[in-house]
Every structure is written in C-alpha cells, then in structure tokens.
C-alpha cells in the first residue's frame, strides 16, 4: 500500500513538472486531470514561471542579478515550491474527489457513513445525504445540520422514502419554518410528493401563502392545490393571492382553487 502510494505521488509530481516545463502555468491542477482523467473546475491561483518564458528573456536580464531576480522574480525557489504545491494540491483533490465519491455510493458501509455524516467538511455530508442507502436516522440527523445546503439535501432525499412516511412528517412540517428560503422551497416540494400523506401541513402551507417571497407561495399554493378538497381551509388565502401583481403567482392560485373545488381533473 505504501509503495503504490509513493509510485502514485512521483507520477503527479513528474505531470507537474512535465506541465511546468511545457508552460501550462497551473500547478498540480494539470498533473490532477491527467492523473484522473477529470475536468476539475477548480483553478487555484499558483503563478510561477516556466522554463520556455526564462528562455524568452532578454539576454541582457539574464547577465545581471538584479534584473535576473526583477524578470524572473523567485523563480529558482518558487518554481519547485510551485511544482510541489501543485502536486500536493492534486493529490488532495483526488483524495477528496474518492471521499466524495464513497460517501455518495450505496455499497459503502453503514459505519463509513455515518462517520462521513459528522465529517467537519459539509461536502461530505452533503454527499452522505444523496446517498440512496443512506439509514433514515441519519438522513433525519443531516435534515437539521447546521448548514442549510445539508439540510436541502436530506429533505430532498427524504422525498423517496414512502414506507417511512410517519417518521419524514415531523421533520418536513418543523423544516417549513426554516429561516432560509431555499430550505423552505426544498421542504415544500418534498411535501408535495407526499401530498396524500400530508395533510397535516395543511396549516403550515397555508401560513406560507404570506411568505416574503413569492417563490415560496407559489409552491405553497402548487402544494395545497394537490391536496384537493382536504385544503378548503386555504381557499380565503389563495383568493386573496388572485390580486397579486404577479401573473405567475395569480396562475398557481387559480390554479389551486380549481383543484381545491374539483373544477379540473388535473
């Protein structure tokens, strides 16, 4: 294991240097991608000098030290640090890229899971929640992480899980109430694909015909509309939505109503 861990890091230090000497200017993020095969987004700020800029150079900066370090800049210590950071960069990357990918995929053991459920890094966490095997505690556990990009993973991954009904609705109605806006949009379209089960949100989607925004309350009103005849108590809001300056939000509205009094077959 660890011989093939060294063969591994001499290779992305070689496409390091390979890339610096060809003038790719991008540290370890080239010898990443050859090594991986994958188009990493991102780009890390790692400038150094390469060899066919030095050979580019007026002789006469070459001759003088001064100008040697003016045209050059660091370049005798920089540019190896450069190779070396990149290549670390790159074996980082790859490591996590794995983590990633291991969190997400549904062989991956329960234990293994739930230790990357509580990792520091809320990309694991994220992963661990979109991850189709994933145990419903700690699917419930992720839909109240601190960060908000965690807890719309879980609750749209809560969304598939029909024998667990009773178990999903408390968490879904106490994360209608989420203070942002994009966890509040997740939990009602989760909501909705339960719409059958749901009717105790009723209440809370009525609530959420006032919200702020009104991306809110057109799902809101999508939601409520899918219930039928259980959501009558939500007819007076939706109405009063019919005088909004919003084509779009009045359409949801309309919409609804025609569901709630059975006008439409939809």
């Known amino acids: 294991m660890m011989r093939n861990t060294i063969y591994f890091l001499l290779l992305i230090l070689s496409c390091s240097f390979i890339c610096g000497c060809m003038g790719i200017n991008v ?11 994958e188009d990493n987004p991102v780009q890390p700020d790692q400038p150094f000098t390469t060899a066919p800029q030095i050979l580019s150079f007026p002789p006469r900066f070459i001759t003088t030290p001064i100008g040697f370090i003016i045209e050059f800049g660091t370049f005798p ?6 190779f070396i950071g990149g290549s670390v960069w790159g074996v980082a990357n790859i490591s996590s890229a ?4 291991r969190a997400r995929n549904p062989e991956t053991p329960v234990e293994e899971m739930e230790k990357m459920s509580q990792d520091s890094d809320p990309e694991y966490r994220k992963q661990v929640a979109l991850n189709p095997k994933v145990p419903l505690r700690i699917l419930l556990r992720l839909a109240r992480d601190k960060e908000p990009e965690v ?5 749209f991954s809560l969304g598939d899980r029909y024998d667990d009904i009773d178990k999903i609705l408390p968490i879904l109605l106490e994360s209608l109430e989420d203070p942002l806006m994009e966890v509040r949009h997740t939990t009602i379209q989760t909501v909705n694909t339960y719409r059958r089960f749901a009717r105790k949100a009723v209440p809370q989607l009525t609530k959420l015909l006032s919200d702020p925004a009104d991306l809110i309350k057109m799902a809101a009103a999508e939601a409520l509309g899918n219930m039928g005849m259980h959501a009558r108590s939500a007819m007076p809001m939706l109405k ?19 569901k709630i009094t059975g006008r439409t077959n939809e």
């Open 98 to 101: 794995r983590k990633k990918q």
């Open 240 to 258: 009063n939505l019919l005088r909004s300056d919003n084509e779009r939000l009045k359409k949801a509205a309309l919409d609804a109503l025609d």
């Open 151 to 155: 807890r719309r993973y879980a609750i």
């Open 77 to 82: 210590v920089m540019a190896p640090l450069g």
């Open 27 to 37: 540290g370890g993020v080239a010898a990443y991608n050859l090594v991986t095969g």
